[in-house]
């Protein structure tokens, strides 16, 4: 029987994956990664090492999750030690709960190697402390995207006036709806609003507004995108250390394909 380890890969600079991390990549036979982590972080493989690419993106799933937790349990069961190497924390909108409850389901060995989220890390590097003493002592980890059981409007009206920080996971495409439930239950309009793209890495782009304008502001802003909604983001105004001075350009490109 194998081991499987379920690693969070960081959220771009591969710099930032724990170095339990890297340890398990550099002892697995096989690696088992998604779209959002960087394939740098491949190159500490075993040479021998096989590669298997899930590939989850947005509505398009190359292999569906059930296969992949039949996969994870099989090599598993051949004796393969596997590292299931996942964007930015496994536990986090990463579905490494379901891999979790499948390899306990069928008595595999595993290990979880948490990972930075993006929802931390992309804010910091874009010059955002996601609490501050004198802006925010409450922050939400919250998806834009919920399960069609839920009622969306109870949903957004628990966080217009919950926590004082919103980290905002895949909520891009529902920017518009996402601003105007926020106001319409309570939230300032002006609110501020940060957009982080590719956070941590090379191509790392941010644009702010506020829960009034952001909508019209950032017309451009891809997937992946980190949406950060509260005081805190008046704070990008003085330190914006990444963008302004520390970005050399040296982190390796093509994070994102
Ligand atoms: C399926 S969730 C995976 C989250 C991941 N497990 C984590 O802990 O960061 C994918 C979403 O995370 C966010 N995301 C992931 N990487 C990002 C990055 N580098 N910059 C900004 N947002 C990112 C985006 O909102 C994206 O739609």
Known sequence: MGKVYLVGAGPGDPDLITVKGLK??????????????NKALLDHAPKYARFIYC???????????EEIN???VNLA???????????????????????AEALSAHDV?????PGITSGAAAPAYAGIPVTHRDYSSSVAFVSGVVKKSVDV????????????TLCIYMG??????????LIRHGRNIDTPVALIHCGTSNTQKTVTGTLGNIVE?????????????????????????????????????????
Request: with cysteine.
């Open 24 to 37: 398990a990549i550099e002892q697995s036979d096989i690696i088992l990664y998604d779209r959002l982590v």
């Open 55 to 65: 590939g989850k993106s947005p509505n398009r799933h190359s292999l569906p999750q």
């Open 70 to 72: 039949a996969l994870l």
């Open 77 to 99: 069961k051949d004796g393969s030690t596997i590292t299931r190497l996942k964007g930015g924390d496994p536990f986090i909108f990463g579905r490494g709960g379901e891999e």
């Open 109 to 113: 060995q595993f290990e979880v190697v």
């Open 153 to 164: 409007e109870e949903y957004w009206k628990h966080l217009a006036l919950g926590p004082e």
């Open 172 to 181: 891009v495409k529902k920017l518009p709806e996402i601003c105007g439930l």
């Open 217 to 257: 502001l950032s017309k451009e802003i891809r997937n992946p995108a980190m949406i950060v909604i509260g005081e805190v983001v008046r704070l990008r105004d003085k330190i914006n250390w990444y963008e302004e001075t520390a970005f050399q350009g040296n982190i390796p490109e093509a994070i994102y394909q």
